[in-house]
């Protein structure tokens, strides 16, 4: 955790660590491993409400808890800006960590691209590699996709790259 600021520290270790170290194809240790996630993500989630600092939600999509989908939001000059989110589990996790997707950014910088790459758990030179099996999609969110919408959305929003969906209503008239 060296080189965090306090913030992130904090919010870090209120995220509990998970102890499975299971994937999709580890049959009853991944049930076990998807218990943990949801148990991480119900108190990340929990932290940031009672912060005032809820900025997503998701699910898993399918029965498996491979497939998860659900929306995530940056608030900028006082507007708030929502997007989709989406990723697979991949088969190889958590050795390999998931890429985190946002549709409706692709394509607007090449920066968005390396969102995945960047939301994929954490930094690979902020965690030793054997702490990275114990973190998990909510550490994903905190240490990946938070910091990536504080950084760059603010950029895109300034250089007219995304709009505000108040925006994109047409005033002409027919």
């Given amino acids: 955790m060296e080189g965090w600021d306090p913030t992130t520290k904090s919010t870090l270790t209120q995220i509990p660590l998970l102890t499975v170290k299971a994937g999709p194809r580890d049959g009853a240790a991944w049930t076990q491993r998807l ?59 958590p050795a390999t960590a998931p890429e985190l997707e946002l549709p409706q950014l692709d394509g607007k910088t090449h920066k968005v691209r390396q969102v995945a790459k960047k939301s994929s758990l954490v930094p690979c030179d902020a965690v030793s590699e054997t702490k990275k099996p114990r973190f998990g999609i909510a550490h994903a969110l905190c240490l990946g996709l938070a910091p990536w919408l504080a950084a760059e959305i603010p950029i895109l929003v300034d250089s007219g790259m995304i709009k505000h969906k108040d925006d994109a209503v047409s005033t002409s008239e027919p």
Wanted: aromatic share 18%; proline share 3%.
């Fill in 35 to 93: 218990k943990e996630e949801y148990k991480a993500l119900i108190a990340y989630t929990s932290m940031n409400k009672s912060r005032d600092n809820d900025w997503f939600r998701i699910s898993a999509a399918n029965p498996e808890g491979t497939r998860w989908t659900g929306k995530c939001w940056y608030v900028h000059n006082l507007l708030k800006y929502e997007f989709d989110l989406q990723f697979d589990i991949p088969v190889t996790y």
